[in-house]
């Protein structure tokens, strides 16, 4: 079994806090525009189709198909080096988003584009009473 990531923590803003805090809660959290419907990621301030700034949160499927990868055989850094290979992948989301992300719990020979997965949350330790985790994504 190899060593999972050591992501580093995130820090949320006040465009992605929504995003954090449901990670925390083994949720996806997206927008939603509430005057032309586009569901977007990465978390913004405003609608990027039409820049309304009448934004809405939804906790999503947590379902997704992966739309490419590549597997990472070699990465120096601290906390991902000892995690080699790992699978970096870009999922559609159910809603419509495409989230860059990892794929865990499986083989990385086993990963192939289409495959469909579900989200699982990453939580770390950390001293700032915060409780955010990082999304992955496992095989369904
Ligand atoms: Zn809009």
């Not at 990465?42 to 597997?71: M, N, Q, W």
């Not at 999922?91 to 289409?114: A, K, S, W, Y």
Request: proline residues 6%; glycine residues 10%; aromatic residues 8%.
């Amino acid at each position: 079994m190899m060593a999972e990531i050591q992501h580093p923590l995130p820090n949320a803003s006040w465009e992605t806090r929504g995003y954090w805090e449901g990670a925390g809660r083994g949720e996806i959290v997206l927008q939603r525009c509430r005057s032309c419907g586009t569901v977007q990621h990465k978390p913004r301030g405003v609608c990027a189709t039409c820049l309304s700034g009448d934004i809405e949160h939804f906790v999503a499927s947590g379902r997704g198909t992966v739309y490419t990868f590549t597997v990472t055989n070699q990465n120096m850094a601290k906390g991902f080096a000892e995690a080699c290979p790992y699978v970096m992948a870009y999922v559609t989301l159910e809603e419509g988003p495409r989230v860059l992300t990892n794929i865990v719990g499986c083989d990385p020979d086993t990963v192939i584009i289409g495959m469909k997965v579900t989200a699982d949350f990453a939580t770390q330790e950390r001293d700032d009473g915060e409780a955010f985790a990082v999304p992955r994504f496992t095989p369904v």
